[in-house]
């Protein structure tokens, strides 16, 4: 600390080598971010210019224009995104933009929420492939306990862990990214899936 007598100011002196380490000590974690008045893509532009990884559920739609019809990458869930980022850089983006984003928080810790890698890397595997089939549902694991775990182990779905179920006439694994959205895949044959036993249960890490 210097005390600048003249202007009786207080600096505080930063150890930028010690503050440095400390960032690069962080784990980078995926927060749930949500976005107001539908500029989810205005938001993930923006990490994308700044070399950001982030993740916004999005598929093809049919529409009608003109009298034709035509197909659109359009967001599945509006105002959700998906960032990685240390604790740090999350502050500081947070701070540093003028898009309108704030943390999703967890009701009962009172922190923001964050999604562990392995459960967003299967959310990813099936949301990241835009199919117009996906069929998004709600969180709520109530509605999948009936469900066998299973691996998908061939075809654009190959590697997603999730519940095997029927939605929608069709059976399907649906991947459930807690608290915030589900995602079912399109039918998949019961060739292409592989039960998980309860001893390779924590390959799923809470992506359930």
């Known amino acids: 600390m210097v005390l600048d007598n003249e202007k009786n100011t207080t600096f505080v002196l930063v150890d930028k ?7 690069a000590a962080e784990e980078k974690l995926w927060y749930a971010i949500r976005v107001t008045y539908n500029r989810e893509l205005k938001v993930k532009d ?11 559920p999005m598929q093809y739609r049919r529409e009608e224009r003109n009298g034709v019809m035509v197909k659109r990458l359009v967001p599945s869930v509006h105002n959700l995104i998906f960032i990685l980022m240390t604790p ?12 309108p984003i704030r943390y999703i928080m967890d009701r009962v810790n009172h922190k923001p929420i964050t999604v562990p890698t392995r459960e967003m890397e299967n959310f990813i595997k099936v949301a990241g492939t835009f199919d117009e089939k996906l069929v998004y549902l709600s969180p709520d694991m109530g509605n999948f306990v009936r469900g066998e775990r299973v691996r998908i182990i061939g075809g654009m779905f190959a590697g997603a862990e999730g519940i095997f179920v029927r939605v929608k006439g069709d059976r399907r694994v649906v991947v459930n990214v807690e ?16 039960k998980i036993t309860e001893r390779d249960d924590n390959t799923l890490d809470n992506a359930l």
């Open 179 to 194: 608290g915030l959205v589900a995602v079912a895949t399109t039918f998949v044959h019961p060739s292409m899936i592989e």
């Open 17 to 23: 080598k010690t503050t440095t380490q400390k960032e």
């Open 46 to 56: 923006d990490l994308d210019a700044r070399g950001i990884t982030n993740f916004v």
């Open 88 to 99: 740090t850089e999350m502050r500081e983006y947070k701070m540093s933009t003028a898009l």
